[in-house]
């Protein structure tokens, strides 16, 4: 079965580091791009980044390009999601999400990783 | 940058059928893809390139998508269909962008 299994959920204090991450199973992690996808509560989705596994080629949304890292391990079939420097305004769910292979869509979820930020 | 533009609800009767729109700037040129989020969980892909159902999706829901609007229609509503709805396309500059949802309750 095709999985992206995400890590826990994260209290954190303002200026705090997070790394949050993504494993994949059931398929060759290095075929599909992976992105990630914030979702702040009681709101929509917003598409946050993309990685490719193979050759760890990422693409940012401008409102996130210097915000946060998104990198993989190979070794690990891992996706990973990072800050230096968290704000209460990172507070929100982070979805990972596989791309299908035939179209710009995103057929397999991540069961969420709620990101608490807070003093 | 572009912008997807949706109902923030949207009401129907069980057993009759809902339509959701989602509007862009010649939309239409574009494929448009659809998901569903209930409440807790993780968004499902619904439908993909405008009107093509994953696996596993019942064929009671299809899509269209001309000039300024793309359309998701679900037949024969039930009560497990009440859930967000958002759409979602490919952009150029924007890579991903997200409508911002739209509510369906089912009455």
């Known amino acids: 079965e095709v999985q992206l299994a995400q890590s826990g959920a994260e209290v954190k204090k303002p200026g705090e580091s997070l790394k949050i991450s993504c494993e994949a199973s059931g398929y060759s992690f290095t075929r599909d791009w992976i992105a990630w996808v914030r979702q702040m509560p009681g709101k929509g989705l917003e598409w946050v980044g993309i990685?490719?596994?193979?050759?760890?080629?990422?693409r940012y949304s401008q409102s996130f390009q210097g915000q946060v890292t998104i990198s993989v391990d190979k070794a690990i079939n891992t996706a990973s999601l990072q800050w230096s420097s968290l704000k209460a305004s990172d507070t929100a769910m982070y979805y990972c999400?596989?791309?299908?292979?035939?179209?710009?869509?995103?057929?397999?979820w991540g069961q969420g990783t709620m990101v608490t930020v807070s003093s | 940058s572009y912008v997807l533009t949706q109902p923030p609800s949207v009401s129907v009767a069980p057993g009759q059928t809902a339509r959701i729109t989602c509007g862009g700037n010649?939309?239409?040129?574009?494929?448009v893809h659809w998901y569903q989020q209930k409440p807790g969980q993780a968004p499902v892909l619904v439908l993909y390139d405008d009107s093509d159902r994953p696996s596993g999706i019942p064929e009671r829901f299809s899509g269209s998508n001309s000039g300024n609007t793309a359309t998701l229609t679900i037949s024969r509503v039930e009560a497990g269909d009440e859930a967000d709805y958002y759409c979602q396309l490919w952009h150029t500059n924007d890579h991903w962008v997200f409508g911002g949802g739209t509510k369906l309750t089912v009455l």
């Open positions: 010649n939309i239409g040129t574009k494929s």
């Open positions: 999400a596989r791309q299908l292979v035939a179209a710009n869509a995103f057929d397999i």
């Open positions: 990685i490719n596994p193979s050759d760890s080629e990422t």
